[in-house]
């Protein structure tokens, strides 16, 4: 696990979608985030104390955590001074961008000589290979979205909860830069080549003979032409029995797609576990989990009631109602076997 306190890194991202690994190490890491670094005409927080890399290291922070979306995944000619500075503040730097730190001279040139680390979360592990679908035993349930960014590590992260809550084993299984960076480990699919990727996804969750589940951190969607070739690696790789549909009803249209219309959710349910049957053909879904938080809490409510009114299928906010009922689900469909 990459060591904390951390100073997290917002600068001047002002859509909360850019800050999604900042906020997930805010969120599922509390205690090792000691402060936020952001401009100060930037509304956006994640409600810790705003404070620089020399008052960060000031109170123990050992890392400065570049937690935020840019385009293209490159570092900002911005964040460039903060980095050296975090350097010469005595501060590791964490990445989880597509272009590693090492990658700009000024940056590796400082750590070096200062003896720092500069740690990337976004870079395939060695030695992968290509997936084979394989039966293998084991109990693995995948998250999937109608488009990115809905909240499938969140469902993934609670899910996994809920699981342990109810004594039942389950361990989570991260494949995005911010739930490596919470779980300590897991791989960031979207770093792997991609003919690996369902390889990957193996590797992560191997063939094993106990009740353990693994619950495995989606990416994308099959309906998202950016990023559908991650998610149907990753729904061969993974060989799941179970699968979670996560959704986000405030989103008009794929994200940063504007021509593109959010399938809906049974359609996109069916389209999964097609898919998913290449390698799991017994696949079920257990449930569908939203992200309600652009809803008025009645609206809310009721879009669940319908949205399990239309698919037979329990229908959750994490934040809000817990998983619960897509436990109680998981459990009905997939009894615990004697030891």
């Known amino acids: 696990m990459i060591p904390g306190p951390f100073l997290l890194y917002i600068g001047d991202k002002r859509n909360p979608l850019d800050i999604k690994t900042s906020r997930g190490l805010a969120t599922f890491r509390r205690e090792d985030c000691i402060g936020e670094l952001r401009e100060a005409d930037n509304p956006v927080t994640l409600g810790l104390p705003r404070m620089d890399v020399a008052e960060a290291a000031a109170k123990g922070a050992r890392a400065l955590v570049l937690g935020v979306a840019t385009s293209g995944g490159r570092m900002d000619e911005a964040m460039i001074p903060h980095i050296l500075a975090a350097l010469d503040a005595g501060l590791h730097v964490v990445s989880g961008l597509h272009q590693h730190l090492s990658s700009d001279r000024r940056i590796r040139e400082r750590a070096d000589e200062l003896g720092r680390q500069l740690i990337d979360v976004r870079a395939a592990p060695e030695g992968l290979k290509v997936g084979t679908g394989a039966r293998r035993p084991g109990r693995r349930i995948l998250t999937v979205g109608t488009d990115c960014a809905v909240g499938k590590m969140y469902t993934a992260l609670h899910l996994a909860d809920a699981l342990r809550a109810r004594?039942?084993?389950?361990?989570?299984?991260?494949?995005?830069q911010t739930g490596v960076l919470i779980a300590g480990e897991g791989v960031v699919v979207d770093s792997v080549i991609a003919?690996?990727?369902?390889?990957?996804?193996?590797?992560?969750s191997p063939a094993r003979d106990s009740n353990v589940w693994d619950v495995i951190e989606g990416q994308g969607s099959?309906?998202?032409?950016?990023?559908a070739g991650v998610s149907l690696g990753l729904l061969h790789?993974?060989?799941?029995?179970?699968?979670?549909?996560?959704?986000?009803?405030?989103?008009?249209?794929m994200r940063g797609l504007p021509h593109m219309p959010v399938p809906g959710i049974a359609a996109c349910i069916e389209e999964n576990l097609r898919s998913a049957r290449l390698t799991s053909p017994d696949v079920e879904c257990v449930g569908v989990s939203i992200n309600g938080s652009g809803l008025e809490p009645a609206a809310a409510e009721d879009l669940r009631a319908a949205i399990s009114a239309e698919?037979?299928?329990?229908?959750v906010d994490p934040v809000v109602t817990g998983m619960g009922s897509v436990v109680d689900r998981l459990v009905e469909r997939f009894p615990a076997s004697a030891s």
């Open 311 to 315: 698919t037979g299928l329990p229908c």
């Open 237 to 253: 790789g993974a060989q799941p029995q179970a699968l979670v549909m996560c959704h986000d009803p405030a989103r008009p249209h």
């Open 195 to 204: 003919d690996f990727i369902s390889g990957a996804a193996e590797a992560l």
């Open 222 to 227: 099959l309906f998202n032409p950016s990023f």
């Open 167 to 176: 004594g039942i084993p389950a361990r989570f299984r991260a494949t995005g």
